[in-house]
């Protein structure tokens, strides 16, 4: 009996495990290997000391982990108090469904709008003219680009924000006002603290897309702004040189695994309150 | 539950019904079947009605399949698995596939238009003899101003781009090749250019140029030149062309001191299998009406002397796009260089981009 639900359960692993090893081991495997040859098709490490000595890689990586910083600096601001506002609203799945709409609109459409309401004789500009500012060059600067990137993160950030707030347990809110604590102190030690796993989460899903943004760089950035997204589509697209291309590629995981540490839970999980 | 079923059943029909209609339109049109040429192009690049009329003509059906890069036409057909007869790779493309043994030679005897084209565009660097291509469409590299806002003469060389007079006005086409390129030439070096310290100096060069860049974008610079976003943009004669249509105060100038000249290319790649239908198609192509028509609807120089003598008259002396013989001389091919000098051209390029 126990064996057959036991070969009943490995089977039930088939999906996930093929799943698993084509789209997630097989590419990362892939891409790892790749950066590990030069354009003569020769192994090498070469890759990797190349991107350690050279100012423009660093730089670059500088650039994009900055601006990386900045987005989520910017969505986590924005986005915790409208999750903590729509937590209190009545209708609180509508409004959340609003703002997850904008996320089913192509990330390039979006894009492309807001070229439009940026350009020269857009929108922001004419109600600049209106009151009496004047016309102002919007696109193609660090802050339009920043403003872009943080739009189209915020739902992600938003999410589990709302789901933690969603999860903390009102018993422990009114303890804290019975025991006497200003709303201030309420939110600074017990809100915050419990709804940290949401922030987390948030952190993770918009710091590393950000650190790889490329497409936003060219139409909204003009190129003013340039990441590691952006060499890696040159050297995969322009120069070919797939090697040097997957090494990025690489930093960019690793980039990845060091952030999951640093905002990963390091306590075991089980006592979560409820 | 049953909701969900009803759900499934419903797409699952639709996907059906949309399966079985476009396989029905196909068949209709005649697309399966041995009377085909398949025509690997770049998008819009050829005008559909000559299409309809080569099959009328020679009953051969073209399927028109698109790429936008060189690379990605490169990646598709190194890889196989395509069943493509002709291609449209640039010149230094033509270099590349020939030495990946890509491509397969013409049979010169079997082609009969081969006198209609001009001399001078034919024999060049990147296919000596032309063994394996057959020009298709030339241009150059140039400025693109808008008269409402930039004087003619005040913008007729590369120089003039340096002017403080256009601080934060100038978009750059994002190609490390042209706009290197363009560098060199005011350093009065090749474009071809490989030892590191003049691609360095040309960087350096190019540094004192960002304060008048506004943007390094793609193909959004059409866009955006045609809505006054910017008043000059560096760009290719192609784009330009495009450009000009929509906007009538956006003129093109090729600096006579010298500039990129680039070749589009017909080709029979490694994977061709319908020879006749190649050989009938790069025929009809090459007759100066078809030619003259096709270069009509693109809108780019055509490298046929006969069809370019066809053309209406404004077109054959616009100097924007059929620039002047001492222009032309002062033009340069792109070479195709090693993989590791496009390497240095890039990081160069990179560094530039991050220098603002």
């Known amino acids: 009996m126990r064996a057959v639900t036991k070969r009943r359960t490995w089977l039930y692993f088939i999906p996930y495990g093929l799943w698993l090893a084509l789209f997630v081991i097989a590419p990362v495997a892939l891409i790892i290997y790749q950066s590990f040859f030069d354009l003569g098709h020769h192994f090498t490490l070469g890759n990797y000391s190349t991107y350690f000595q050279s100012a423009t890689y660093l730089k670059m990586t500088l650039n994009s982990v900055w601006y990386a910083f900045l987005i989520t600096l910017f969505t986590g601001l924005i986005s915790y108090p409208t999750a903590y506002f729509l937590h209190q609203l009545k209708h609180r799945q509508f409004?959340?469904?609003?703002?997850?709409?904008?996320?089913?609109?192509?990330?390039?459409?979006?894009?492309?709008?807001?070229?439009?309401?940026?350009?020269?004789?857009?929108l922001a500009n004419q109600f600049l003219t209106f009151i009496g500012i004047g016309p102002q060059q919007i696109l193609f600067t660090n802050a339009s680009f920043i403003f872009v990137a943080t739009y189209i993160q915020i739902p992600f950030m938003i999410l589990p924000i709302y789901n933690s707030i969603d999860d903390l347990n009102p018993a422990f809110v009114n303890a804290s006002r019975d025991l006497g604590a200003s709303n201030w102190q309420t939110f600074r030690r017990v809100i915050f603290p419990l709804t940290l796993p949401g922030v987390k989460a948030g952190v993770q899903a918009v710091f590393i897309p950000s650190l790889s943004?490329?497409?936003?760089?060219?139409?909204?950035?003009?190129?003013?702004?340039?990441?590691?997204?952006?060499a890696i589509e040159e050297h995969f697209l322009t120069t070919m040189n797939w090697g040097m291309g997957s090494t990025i590629g690489v930093i960019l995981i690793v980039a990845m695994i060091i952030v999951m540490t640093l905002t990963g839970d390091k306590k075991p999980k089980g006592g979560a309150p409820r | 539950m049953k909701r969900l079923l009803s759900l499934i059943v419903g797409l699952l029909a639709v996907c059906g019904l949309l399966a079985y209609t476009s396989q029905s339109l196909e068949k209709s049109s005649g697309s399966t079947g041995s009377k085909v040429l398949?025509?690997?192009?770049?998008?819009?690049?050829?005008?559909?009605?000559?299409?309809?009329?080569?099959?009328?003509?020679?009953?051969?059906?073209?399927?028109?399949?698109?790429?936008d890069s060189n690379e990605a036409m490169y990646t598709k057909i190194n890889q196989g698995g395509t069943h493509y007869d002709l291609a449209v790779p640039s010149d230094y493309m033509v270099s590349k596939m020939k030495r990946a043994h890509l491509l397969q030679p013409l049979d010169k005897s079997r082609l009969t238009g081969w006198g209609n084209f001009d001399q001078q565009f034919l024999n060049q660097s990147f296919d000596r003899g032309n063994r394996y291509s057959m020009p298709y469409f030339w241009g150059?590299?140039?400025?693109?101003?808008?008269?409402?806002?930039?004087?003619?003469?005040?913008?007729?060389?590369?120089?003039?781009?340096?002017?403080?007079?256009?601080?934060?006005?100038?978009?750059?086409?994002?190609?490390?090749?042209?706009?290197?390129?363009?560098?060199?030439?005011?350093?009065?070096?090749?474009?071809?250019a490989t030892d590191p310290q003049t691609l360095l100096a040309a960087e350096k060069r190019l540094n004192?140029?960002?304060?008048?860049?506004?943007?390094?974008?793609?193909?959004?610079?059409?866009?955006?030149?045609?809505?006054?976003?910017?008043?000059?943009?560096?760009?290719?004669?192609?784009?330009a062309s495009e450009m000009l249509a929509g906007n009538r105060h956006l003129h093109y100038v090729v600096p006579s001191e010298g500039s990129n000249l680039w070749f589009d290319n017909l080709v029979i790649p490694k994977t061709a299998q319908h020879y006749n239908a190649i050989y009938?198609?790069?025929?009809?192509?090459?007759?100066?009406?078809?030619?003259?028509?096709?270069a009509n609807y693109i809108g780019y120089a055509t490298p046929n002397k006969k069809a370019k003598a066809l053309l209406p008259k404004a077109v054959r002396h616009d100097r924007e796009f059929y620039p002047d013989q001492k222009t032309i001389d002062h033009l340069q091919v792109y070479r195709d260089l090693s993989p590791s000098i496009v390497e240095l051209y890039n990081d160069r390029y990179l560094e530039f981009k991050m220098h603002h």
Do not use: C
């Open chain 1, 213 to 230: 943004l490329f497409m936003l760089t060219r139409l909204i950035g003009g190129n003013k702004v340039i990441t590691l997204g952006t």
């Open chain 1, 95 to 122: 409004w959340l469904l609003l703002v997850i709409l904008p996320t089913w609109i192509n990330i390039l459409l979006k894009a492309y709008a807001f070229i439009g309401i940026f350009s020269q004789a857009g």
């Open chain 2, 38 to 67: 398949n025509l690997y192009n770049w998008g819009d690049y050829i005008d559909p009605t000559l299409l309809t009329k080569f099959q009328k003509e020679t009953g051969y059906h073209v399927n028109v399949e698109t790429f």
């Open chain 2, 208 to 239: 004192t140029l960002a304060p008048n860049v506004k943007a390094v974008v793609a193909d959004e610079i059409k866009m955006y030149m045609i809505q006054d976003e910017a008043p000059l943009a560096v760009d290719w004669s192609g784009e």
């Open chain 2, 280 to 294: 009938a198609f790069l025929n009809f192509m090459s007759e100066p009406k078809n030619a003259a028509q096709n």
């Open chain 2, 140 to 192: 150059t590299l140039g400025i693109v101003y808008n008269d409402k806002m930039v004087k003619a003469s005040d913008v007729q060389h590369w120089d003039d781009l340096w002017s403080p007079k256009f601080r934060d006005k100038i978009m750059l086409i994002d190609s490390a090749r042209d706009i290197m390129g363009m560098s060199l030439v005011t350093l009065h070096k090749s474009m071809n």
